[in-house]
């Protein structure tokens, strides 16, 4: 966090910067983690967003994702090759493309799923479980909008 001096500073006063700040410092370590997975950080996002869900749109997988929609359109091809992803086209709009997780992609993720919950719960035990919890709820009703 921030030294005391730098606490007047614009950074540590914006939300969107705090947000952004406290994400780099969260993700970092677990993204080393993703790498030695042999998953990018976008390969990761992608695939996580699908766990637990059905087959999503790109748009929506892309926002899921934190991805813009040309650099999805790139790394979903790879996805499909290695098996982890199928895409397919509803009968009833040929124009969108929708996105599942295979088994083999669940398999991949899952245990890295399981290991962002436990870096998850090392960096919010610091905040004692009701802060915890509370932040959790925040940050949902801010994305909710």
């Known amino acids: 966090m921030a030294k005391d001096t730098d606490q007047d500073r614009f950074v540590y006063r914006y939300l969107a910067s705090l947000l952004s700040l406290a994400s780099n410092h969260v993700s970092a370590d677990f993204h080393d983690e993703v790498r030695k997975a042999g998953l990018t ?5 992608v695939l996580s967003s699908l766990m637990e869900g059905g087959a999503e749109p790109v748009g929506k997988l892309a926002r899921l994702a934190i991805t813009k929609q ?5 790394v979903l091809p790879r996805l499909a090759c290695q098996g982890l992803i199928t895409l397919g086209t509803p009968r009833t709009d040929r124009r969108r493309t929708l996105v599942r997780i295979t088994p083999k992609g669940s398999r991949l993720v899952g245990g890295l799923c399981d290991s962002a919950m436990v870096h998850q719960r090392r960096v919010l035990a610091k905040l004692g479980p009701d802060h915890a919890d509370r932040l959790v709820s ?3 009703v801010i994305i909710a909008g």
């Open 138 to 140: 925040l940050l949902r």
């Open 41 to 45: 950080v976008t390969e990761w996002r």
């Open 70 to 74: 040309p650099t999805l359109s790139k």
